[in-house]
């Protein structure tokens, strides 16, 4: 099978610009998780989709936001981009959802904000 | 406030040789436990899962163990290789509506032929 893939895989922007991530779960998973990884932060979850549904959202403001399509295939959005959104953003998928299930993460998107 | 704690923050030891990482939390209620290992530019990979009844589980030279009455878990690598070398993430998750893990800092560990 096939891992979960995420692109692009890096990702330069400016300020104030608005991005667009996408993540290909593992065939026949329909959970979506979604996190951020910075030097200072370490990781921090973003949200998780289940059946094109967000089931849990983490503190982030409002220019984050996500979606999950029909085939499970999920993006997530960043608007007005800032400096500190320079990150690392990992996807990961579970089968049927993150309870107790082992979640696989994609390779992850670098997103640098100039 | 859910937090978790890990230490050492780094770790240097020579191949071959055992190591042990340690990981505290706080996070309640509590639905279970995950060690990640994390190569340099990688996304992490799962090690174990524990929820609060198993106290310890093996993934090859990899065992986790949990203390749920103490809020402890330890990770304990046998015989290191110089693969083993990476970030080890603790994270904890939460039972209830609000479903959001909270992780560790992780331990940088390097392991020196």
């Known amino acids: 099978k096939a891992g979960v893939t995420q692109t692009p895989r890096y990702l330069i922007k400016t300020r104030g610009q608005q991005v667009t991530l996408s993540c290909s779960p593992i065939?026949?998973?329909?959970?979506v998780s979604w996190y951020q990884q910075t030097p200072g932060q370490g990781l921090q979850f973003l949200f998780e989709?289940?059946?094109?549904?967000?089931?849990n959202k983490g503190n982030f403001p409002g220019r984050f936001s996500g979606r999950q399509f029909s085939n499970s295939r999920s993006e997530m959005n960043v608007s007005t981009l800032e400096l500190g959104d320079s990150a690392l953003y990992l996807c990961?998928?579970?089968?049927?959802?993150?309870?107790?299930?082992?979640?696989?993460f994609g390779p992850g998107t670098r997103l640098t904000v100039l | 406030k859910n937090q978790v704690e890990q230490s050492p923050q780094s770790l240097i030891i020579l191949e071959g040789k055992n190591c042990t990482l340690q990981?505290?939390?706080?996070?309640?209620?509590?639905?279970?436990l995950r060690w990640y290992k994390q190569d340099t530019g990688r996304g992490p990979v799962s090690l174990t899962i524990?929820?609060?009844?198993?106290n310890t589980k093996s993934n090859g030279r990899y065992t986790a163990t949990l203390d749920a009455d103490t809020k402890q878990s330890s990770l304990h690598i046998t015989a290191s290789q110089l693969s083993d070398s990476a970030s080890y993430i603790c994270?904890?998750?939460?039972?209830?509506?609000?479903?959001?893990?909270?992780f560790g800092r992780g331990t940088s560990l390097i392991v020196h032929p």
């Open positions: 990981c505290n939390y706080t996070v309640s209620p509590f639905s279970n």
């Open positions: 065939s026949g998973h329909r959970s």
């Open positions: 524990m929820t609060f009844s198993e």
């Open positions: 990961a998928s579970s089968p049927r959802d993150r309870d107790n299930n082992e979640q696989f």
């Open positions: 989709y289940f059946s094109e549904t967000q089931r």
């Open positions: 994270v904890v998750s939460a039972k209830g509506g609000s479903y959001i893990p909270t």
